[in-house]
């Protein structure tokens, strides 16, 4: 095994601190696995931490991503499910505290003393990470890693709508900003068998017309129309998946009475109007974070099986190197989604 790697490091809170640096193979502990990364994506966690619009704290220096999946390379003496060569995909909860009752619950996601890769600890955009045997779920063997990478966003997605939502055949759903979240989200309100449209603006055309593959409308600037279209209503659900606080005042005004909204995008910024429709109307807003092994599951099976395809969301992949590229087309919103080949 090499002695030293390359790795896309995040090193300082500042703008723009992100660059190749050459470090040793990461050591493993014996509940661990040594993973050699097959491909890794880019995420907007990823170019916020880069361009430094991040709202939550990071362990200078990392290692970024954490959407990735690769071959077992070697195994911690108290591993005992996993072989050498295995093909697996790895959750994002790194560390978690056994002993919360979020954990005990099922919920570790939602530990607050959970972290991450690629802001918590070290992360995927490197040859080899060290993982705890316990975030691994198999790859099968017709399922490329340019896919299986994706797993994690998908996971997003799922939690956000079959988890957290309740959206039904026949439904009509908007989802709110169409990054790889919301296009997945509304693959996913797809599979359920609504109605979907997916709002962005006049920036978004590229990744609208990714969309568009999904089997939604697209919609640039006001979907009202379209939300009351059956009974002039609202829609039964609108997903937020802008990553704006803004947002969530158009979410209000197109959800139908007794409809729900779903804020799976983060938005730092205060919000400057009332909540007083989401009263009046009687609309639940729920929020969704990340994912559990369950769903996991679920997604490798429908990744596995082509009841979602991930392709065409994936606008390139590129060496390590050449990180910058990566990460400026899917910041200039160019393609939906950067991978990455160690
Ligand atoms: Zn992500």
Redo the contacts with the bound molecule.
Sequence with gaps: MAEKMIAVVNYAPEKGSVEVREMGVPAFGDDDVLLQVENV?V???DLHQWTADHSWPVNYPVVLG??FGGHIAKRGKNVKNWQEGDRVVSETAAIINPDSPMTRAGFYNLDPDRKGFGYGVNGAMTKFVRVPARCLHNVPANLSFQQACLT??CC?AYNAVLGNASIRPGDRVVVLGPGTIGILCAAMARLCGAQVAIVGLEADKARLAVAAQYGCETIVGDATNWARARDGMGADTVVDAAGISATLKIALDLVRPKGQIIKVGWGPQPLQFSLDPLVQKNVTLQGSFSHNWPIWEKVIGLLSTGQLDVKPIIGGVWGLEDWHTAFEKMHRGEIVKSVLKP
Excluded: A, D
Aim: with cysteine; net charge negative.
């Design positions: 994506g995420c907007g966690s954490h959407e994690e966003p997003v």
